[in-house]
C-alpha cells in the first residue's frame, strides 16, 4: 500500500524548490498521477500488480480525477504502464453544495428537528440551505434555528458526543461534555490528532519511514487548512462518469450515521449517473449480523452502506476492513 501526502506541504511531503502554482483539485490528481509513474519506475516489481486508487472525505473531489488522469496515461502509452483496475472512495464529497443542502433532510431523516421546522425549512428554503439569499429572511431564520437544534451534535459521528480537547502536561486529554451552546466544542475524532501527532513526531517512526531529518519540523494534522488551495472541481460527477465508461470497478460507501457527506447526497448524485441496478438494496452480513446495505450498479460501481459508521473508517475498523476485502477479492457482499 503507498499512502501519500498531498498537496505538498501536508504531512511529511514537501518541494526543495519553490510550487509555481497554487496547488488545486485538478492539479493534485496531474501531481498524483506523475509522483505514481515515478515511484513504479524505481520499484519495477510492482508494475504488473493491480492498482487501486483509494481515499475517503474531500478526496472525493480528487480521486476520480486521479483515476481519470491515470486512465489517459494509459491511453497515451506513458511508461511504465499503471495496471489501473479501479477505486475505492468512503463518504466522498462529490458536490458540495448538493452534500451540504441535504444535511437538513438527514437531520429529519434522524430527527435531530421537528417535522415542523422541516416543513418550515422546505416551505421557505425550497430546498437551498446553504448560500441563503440574503433577502429571504424567513429561511434565514429557519436555517439558525436549525443550526441551534444540531449544535451539540458530534457530524462526523451522530451518535458520538462532541468533546473537548484540554491541554495538560502530558499532552492532551479528552473531556466528554453535555451538549451545551456556551460550550466551545472541538471534534476530536476519537483522539486522532492525539494519536497521529504522537505517532509522526516519534524520532523511531520518522526514521522507519526515512524521513529527511529537517524537512519537517514538526508533523501536525490538517495543517493543509492553513495553505493555500485552490477547490477547482465543483462536482467531481463526470469523472464518475468518464470512469465507469472506461470499465473501471468502484466502490462507493458511506457510513450511515456520517451528517458531513450524508448518505443521502451520495445516493442523490448515483442516481443522476441513472445506471442500472444489477443487485438491489440488500443487507451484507458480518456473523449473521448486518453490516450494512449495498447495491450495485451495471457499469461495475458498487454502493454500500456501513452500519453505525461514522465520517471516516475509523469509526467501523473492522466492518470497513471486512466490505473492502470481499469487494477488493470480487466476494459477494
Not at 425549512?121 to 437551498?128: E, N, Q, T
Not at 429557519?142 to 491541554?167: D, H, M, W
Not at 492532551?172 to 451538549?179: A, F, G, H, N, R
Request: charged fraction near 20%.
Amino acid at each position: 500500500m503507498i499512502f501519500l501526502d498531498q498537496p505538498v506541504g501536508t504531512g511529511f511531503s514537501y518541494a526543495k524548490t519553490q510550487l509555481l502554482d497554487t496547488p488545486s483539485d485538478s492539479g493534485e490528481a496531474k501531481r498524483i498521477h506523475e509522483f505514481l509513474r515515478k515511484w513504479l519506475s524505481k520499484h519495477t516489481q510492482f508494475i504488473s500488480n493491480p492498482f487501486y486508487v483509494g481515499g475517503d472525505s474531500y478526496s472525493g473531489k480528487v480521486i476520480p480525477a486521479t483515476v481519470q488522469e491515470i486512465s489517459k496515461g494509459i491511453d497515451l502509452g506513458l511508461k511504465p504502464q499503471i495496471n489501473l483496475e479501479g477505486y475505492v472512495i468512503g463518504n466522498p464529497v462529490t458536490d458540495t453544495e448538493v452534500d451540504h443542502n441535504l444535511r437538513i433532510p438527514f437531520a429529519h431523516g434522524m430527527a435531530l428537528i421537528s417535522d415542523e421546522l422541516y416543513e418550515s425549512l422546505k416551505r421557505s428554503c425550497k430546498g437551498i440551505y446553504e448560500n441563503v439569499d440574503p433577502l429571504n429572511t424567513e429561511c434565514l431564520k429557519f436555517v439558525e434555528e436549525y443550526n441551534k437544534c444540531i449544535a451539540g451534535i458530534n457530524q462526523n459521528l451522530i451518535t458520538r458526543p462532541l468533546c473537548k480537547v484540554l491541554s495538560s502536561p502530558r499532552g492532551y486529554i479528552e473531556e466528554l461534555v453535555l451538549p451545551s451552546l456556551s460550550v466551545p466544542f472541538t471534534d476530536c475524532y476519537r483522539y486522532t490528532d492525539l494519536i497521529a501527532s504522537n505517532w509522526a513526531n516519534d524520532e523511531n517512526v520518522r526514521e522507519a519511514l526515512h524521513v529527511v531529518k529537517g524537512s519537517i519540523r514538526k508533523w501536525v494534522r490538517c495543517a493543509s487548512y492553513a495553505m493555500p488551495y485552490n477547490m477547482d472541481i465543483k462536482s467531481s460527477v463526470p469523472y464518475h462518469m468518464n470512469n465507469s465508461i472506461r470499465g473501471y470497478r468502484s466502490l462507493i460507501y458511506n457510513g450511515d450515521h456520517d451528517m458531513v457527506v450524508p448518505l443521502i447526497g451520495t445516493k442523490a448524485w448515483i442516481r443522476s449517473l441513472n445506471y442500472s441496478i444489477i443487485d438491489n438494496w440488500k443487507p451484507w452480513m458480518i456473523n449473521n449480523q448486518v453490516g450494512g446495505y449495498a447495491q450495485t450498479y451495471a457499469n461495475k460501481m458498487t454502493l454500500a452502506t456501513v452500519k453505525g459508521g461514522g465520517h471516516t473508517a475509523e469509526y467501523t475498523p473492522v466492518e470497513s476492513s471486512i466490505l473492502f476485502q470481499r469487494w477488493l477479492t470480487g466476494q459477494l457482499l
